[in-house]
């Protein structure tokens, strides 16, 4: 027998599978099919210890399960999970807030790839994997703060740009970027108020270009 809760709490769901059972293993992997998420991220609570009586007949054991987190991440971890058990990957998945997961281990720097490229190209594809279960929200991957090393070099970069494009009164045209690539670009110039930014192309290709502002080419004249 089965029993179903389903609570909206902030916007999400926070669900609850009871089930009487004669093996706790076997409700775990149930609930994990039933929510698409690994059987290590389901969390249980025995409500009625199961019994035998003189051998005839027994009671099976009540149990409650429920996702350890947010269901739209761990779904994303077992999707991913799947992703790098193709690619021969030793790699553990932690998750962390603001829907990220983290690599980290053995071949977490393989993960990575050269600037990242491996990173945002997993990401796209675990997003694209999960497009229709999680209603277009944006999951993403980082590899031991790798993320935040990536914003600092972004930033540089941004300041540089800036400086340069006034210098030589032109616009300078940055490598593609994923959108938050180009998040911390726009924001890094967003008080540089001699030049604006803009997004121009189409995915994956959509990069930012750095435009001096009309003063600021005026100014070198």
Known sequence: MREDTQDREEGKFAETLVLETDSLEGAVEEAAREWDILPSDVETRILEEGKKFLGLFSRKTRVEL???????????????????????????????????????????GIVIGKYGETLKSLETLLNLALRDRTAGRMIRLDSDGYRERREASLERVALASAKEAVRRRRPITLEPMSSWERRVVHVALKDYSEVETRSVGDEPQRRVVVWPRRSARNAGN
């Open 66 to 108: 429920h996702p350890a987190g947010d269901l739209d991440v761990l779904r994303a971890r077992r999707v991913l999970s799947e992703i790098l058990g193709l690619m021969g990957m030793s790699v553990e998945i932690e998750v962390r807030e603001d829907a990220t997961l983290n690599l980290t281990g053995e071949d977490s």
